[in-house]
Every structure is written in C-alpha cells, then in structure tokens.
C-alpha cells in the first residue's frame, strides 16, 4: 500500500501540470474558469490521497507516549 | 467610523481571548513555549492553518488573480494542498516524536543534537532570523495599509495627509500591540487559541464577503461572462487573441501621447494655439481625467506635427512619459532603434514618481466624503491622496502588456511550499500537538481548507478586472493589486462588511504574526541564553521572563524597521519562502538520511545561502519581480533582466529550484566524502524497529 499512495502523490504532482487547460478559458457551470476548477479538484483529490495516507500508511513506530526526558543536551556534543 | 468600530471590537474581542487563556498558564517554560504539548486535532490544524495563511490569503491571492488570472491558483494554493500536508506528514511527526523524546522546543536544539554541533546553532540562528523578519515586517505592514485603505475619511480634519484615516503607523503599532499582549500572557496556548479563533474569523468572512461581491455584481455568471469578454487572458494561462489586440492598441495611443506630451512640454517644439485646442476638444468626447491631453495629441497625430521628432527624441520621450530614469551614456543605436514597451521596462521607474499627482491634482485632492463643489454635485467628491497618485499612474504610464504564464515556471514553483518544512514557527507548531495522531486532521483537511479560502479570492481578483461601477471600470490600469480586495468591497459593500472583511484581513495577518513572534523570543531565549548562559543558571520561571522580554524587544524591532517602509518588502515573501526552502533537503535528511554528516549539514547551508545571496543580487535584490533563471534561446544559461519579457521556447525556472538542488548535491557530496555520525547518535535518532 506504501507504493500506491506514494504513487498517487507523484500522480498528483504529474497532474497539478496541466497543460491541456493551459489555453482554455471556457466557464463551467457559466462561472468557473476550467483551469480553476481543475485545480480545486486536485486540491480535493490531495486531501482524499493524505486520508488513504494517514490510513494505511501511518507511521505505527511512532511512540504515541513517548516521554519527555533530560536526555536533550541542546547540543552540547 | 462604523469600520473602526468594529476593527476595535474585533481586536478588544482578541485581548479578553489572550488574557483568558494566560489563566490557564501553567507557569512552566514548556507550558509558555509549547503549550505543554496539549493542542488536539482541531486545534492544531486551525493554528497550523493559521499560520501559514498569511496577509497573502486574502489580500495577495485576490491581488494576484487580478494581476495574473487564474493560474495563481495552481501556482500558490493547490501546489500548497499536496506539498504542505505533505511537509506535516513526512517531516511533522518525526519532528513531534523526537521532539517529545529529547525535549525540543526550537529547530537549532535539534540540529545541534542530531549533527553533534554546537556551532552549527550559531551559523543556523542568523540565517532563520534574518529570513523570518521581513516576512514579519510584511504582516506589519500590510495591516497599517489595510486600516489605512478603509478608514479614509474616518476623521472630519484630523489625519490629513492620510486621507481622514487612521495613519499606517499608528495601525501597526496598535496591531502589534494586540499581538504582543495575547502572546506575552498567553505563549502557545494563546496563540493557538488565537489563530483558532482568527482562522474562523478569516474563513467565514472570506465566504460571505464572496457571495454578496457576487451578488453585487449581478450575480456569478455575470461577474465571470463580463471577465470573458473584456479580459478573457485572465480565464488562462495564456493570451487570449484578442487581449494582445486590445494591447497592442493601446500601447500605440500611449506612444502617441508620449511623444505629443515631450514634445509640447519639454522641448516645447509643438505649441498648438488656442483655436487648435479648441478643435481639438470639440473632436473629442469622453471626459475621463487627463482627457484634453489625449485630444491635444490625437489632433497633434492628425495633422502631421509628431514627425517632426528625431528616434533619440521619440526614446527620450518614452522615458519621460513612463518616468524612468534615462541612461547616462545613451546605448550607440539610440538613435537608429526605438524602444520598444519591452526595452522601455529595462530602465528603472523614479522612485515615489506617482507623488507628482498630488500636485497635479492638488485642487481635486480633499477629504474624500465632502463634495468638490456644492452648487455642481456632478464634479463628485474630493479625491484621496491614494487617487491622486492612481490617476496620475493610469493616464501617464505605459499600459501593462498581457503575459502567459510559463510552464515551467509554474512546475518549479512546486518548490517554494517546501519552505513550510524549515519555517521555525511550524515547528514550534508541530511541537505542540497532543500525539502523534493530532496530525491527521491537519494533513487532510490543509488542502481543503486552503481551497476554500483561495477559490473565491480567486474569482474576487479576476472578476475585478473587468467589473465596473456606474458605467466606469472598477479599477484603473496600474492598480496596486494588493488592495484589490478591500477597496472593491469599500466601494460595493456596506461600512458594516467592509469592518467585517478588514476585521478577517486582520484576523489572517496576526494568526502568523503571533507564531513568528513567539518563535523569535523563544529561539533567543533558548538557543542563546539558555544554551550559552548554561540550564542551571535560570530557573523556569526566569526562562519564560527571558523569553516574554524578547518577544516585546523583536516586536519592537519589527515595528521600528516597519516605519521606513523598505520597498520591495512584498516582494521579498518568494525570497524568504525560497531561503527556507533551500534548507528543506537538510531536515529531510536529518530525520531520514543516517550518512547525513555535520560537514554535509554545513555544506548545505552555505550553499544555500551563497546561492539565494548571488540570485538575490542578480534580483537587483527582489527589484526584478519577475526573475526566473532561463534555459535556452540565445545562451544556455541567462538571469531575468528588468523588464525582460522571455521569449517563447526559453526554459523559466524559479530560482528556488536551484538553490534546493545546488544544496541537496553539496549536502550528498560532502556527507559522502566525510566520517559518518557515531553510532551512539544514529541509535538515538534511527532506533532499531
């Protein structure tokens, strides 16, 4: 699953380039610019592509309680 | 007055949320930096929303469609949607896990731990600072402007010189002010609790200030058809026939008007006689400002008297018309070749040259709700300062040619939301969240959000540049785009909206004003007195006195640095967002890339920097609005010159893009060269699954 939400994520990029609305301005619903339609629709199919993200390949290492330790020394290698 | 009373309300509203959640301040240094790790998911994605969205949201989107159409929607905010959650998903969590683990509060912290560097800390702090003061300085600025703009006319003597309303300065300081207070008493939780708050604000009177623009422009499929017909270039990314034919007509009345104008008043060798002018007027019908010019040299053209001007004559005209500053040694074919709209731009304009209007129109300028003369009520209302210098840009400059947008331009600008991943208030932000889970909201719902604020302003930018009012455009050429917005809804809406939408403007500039300042006391506090003073020197509650006088001394800072107004302070915002960027394969390899080593980390930085520094100069530092590095045409490699106009087939690309790769090589090439981390570090960072 890891693969196919990174692959979609690279789809979206692929996508977000789109060249064949370039040079048209016709209006959808006799208001919408097609070019900004389209992009408002890969806004959505962003959120729709992190949702499978954040369900299937959530990092399950993460220490959901992981305390707070003095081990930090800012640095002072 | 009705405006003011309700940006007072709104702000007053903002200070009793401050102190409200001050009361619920722990005392403790984590509580008042990170909210001791308490923000849930709502919370989190309203203050990380917040804070990326900035004066930019409403005000620059909508500015930016009416200047470039609709491509800034894919250019700016659905190339954010994928590329921000993206940053909070790969970069957020870990930096949430670590951070939690080892105690982080600010960036240098962690860099210093996970590439065992102390200096490291010092080379990162200036460079972080320095990209995040002009981006606060943006913010400051734009709220003096937008209080400015919409209460002209609020003072019946008072405030003259700016227009009857409340001086810029005197808003920006009131505006930091407020922001200072919620973040002094409140730290985190009161910044998240203020953003929450403004994001809704911002959100819902962004919508509603959509639709009745909408209505009041009979309606949505009025608004777009009247942008289809007159401005069909703005529906696209590319020009529309037509638009290049309407430009093309208009660049040759300005020449006309250019050369007449030179000719008449400054060599003062074509003086038409009080019979001619006369005709002249008679021929000519509209009455628009700066009308009798126009008909002066329409029948200066008709009767042959503009041929008398020598090509030097005619490109000094050019110059003069456009008020450029003409070169001191003229180029050898300055008269054989004259300028075209292309090279005219290469000259740079005369700063403040628009402030000639005030003496133009000296007689006309007054305060703007008084009639100029009562016995004609058709001569209108005095005119602002603001108008003055509009008029005088829309009837003396050259007309702005129609551009299309590049592709890949537009394909390299999916670099510069990479900032979001270095920006050190996100990870401030990233900090707070509650668990690791807290995340998920933010990742999905980013995109959503964004598109619902972006869309409408969108639509708002490109309908106002063929909207008009009372049979007249709504905006004349040379308009500043930046105060599209709220000078369409001052002119078509009510006092009440109009108080409303400033109040969501605002709402947008401090939700990032708020995280920046916190963010700049807090690395002070801890990555230089904390870190070098020693941690048993001060005890917690020393540590947040530290921090809250450092946040009063950088808002101070800002303020001051506010009032000389820096030009091309908005300009500077792709050049700070690109700074950050150029940093981003550093935290990216820090969290994922083991063989990441210091001298690797240290390579990427200065590169970086050399490389936004060298583009930054070659900027003309941020002057060339439009500077991309171009591949192909002429040479291989060029820079953007001033006013260049890129022929078709030329490779633009943002310089983002090779800052971001010029330091990803260096960072692979020195990590690989030199002695990887001790284990002792990698097992802290990259433990055994």
Known sequence: MKYVIWGLVLLLIILHQDLWFWNDSRLVFGFMPIGLVYHAGISVAAAATWLLATIYVWPVDVAEDAPVTSENNGGEA | MIQLTIISIYLVLLLILGIFSSRLFKGTSQDYMLASHSIGPFLLLMSIFGTTMTAFALVGSSGEAYKEGIGVYGMLASSSGIIHSLCFFVLGVKVWTLGKKYGYTTQIQFFRDRLESDKIGILLFPILIGLVIPYLLIGVMASGAVVNSVTEGAFA????????????????????????????????????????????????????????????????????????????????????????????????????????????????????????????????????????????????????????????QINDAYLWQDDRIPPE?????????????????????????????????????????KVMDPENPKAGKFWTRKKARGVYRATKWAPDAPHHLDPWKFLTYLFVPLSVGMFPHLFQHWLTAKSASSFKLPVVAHPIFIMIVWVPCVLVGVWATSAELNGRAMFPPHFPPNAVLASMVKMITTPVLTGFLTAGILAAIMSSLDSQ????????????????????????????????????????????????????????????????????????????????????????????????????????????????????GESFVSFTKPGQQIAPGVIQTMPVMTMILGSTLAMILVSLITKPPRQETLDRFFPAK
């Open chain 2, 157 to 312: 003597s008072s405030f003259a010189f700016y227009d009857y309303g409340i001086p810029p300065w005197l808003a920006s300081l009131v505006i930091c002010g407020v922001v200072l207070v919620y973040v002094f008493f409140g730290g985190m939780r009161g910044t998240a609790w203020a953003n929450t708050f403004q994001t809704l604000v911002f959100m819902v009177l962004g919508v509603v200030t959509f639709y009745i623009i909408a209505e009041d422009l009979g309606g949505l499929k009025a608004a777009s058809e009247a942008v289809a017909k007159k401005n069909p270039s703005k529906l696209m990314r590319s020009i529309a026939p037509e638009d290049q034919a309407r430009y093309e007509k208009s660049f040759t009345q300005w020449t006309t008007m250019a050369k007449y104008n030179y000719a008449s008043k400054k060599l003062k060798s074509i003086t038409l006689t009080a019979e001619q002018k006369k005709e002249a007027y008679a021929a000519f019908k509209p009455r628009m400002p700066n009308w009798k010019l126009k008909a002066e040299t329409i029948f200066a053209k008709k009767n042959g008297l503009l041929k008398q001007l020598s090509i030097a």
């Open chain 2, 329 to 369: 040694t003229k180029p050898e074919d300055w008269d054989k070749t004259e300028l075209t709209h292309e090279s005219i731009q290469q000259y740079p304009r005369k700063a403040g040259a628009e402030t000639a209007g005030y003496k133009i129109f000296a007689d006309k300028i007054g305060h703007p709700k």
């Open chain 2, 517 to 632: 300042f916190l963010c700049v006391g807090t690395i002070f506090t801890e990555d230089i007195v904390v870190h070098y003073g020693g941690k048993n020197r001060f005890n917690d509650k020393q540590i947040v006195i530290i921090a809250r006088l450092f946040i009063i001394g950088i808002v101070a800072l800002t303020y001051f640095f506010s009032l000389f107004e820096p030009r091309h302070v908005f300009t500077l915002g792709v050049w700070c967002f690109s700074g950050f960027s150029s940093l981003f394969p550093l935290i990216l390899a820090a969290l994922y890339w083991k063989r990441l080593t210091k001298a690797g980390a240290y390579a990427c930085i200065l590169t970086a920097i050399s490389l936004w520094l060298y583009l930054f100069t070659l900027s003309d530092y941020a002057a060339i609005s439009n500077f991309t590095i171009n591949f192909g």
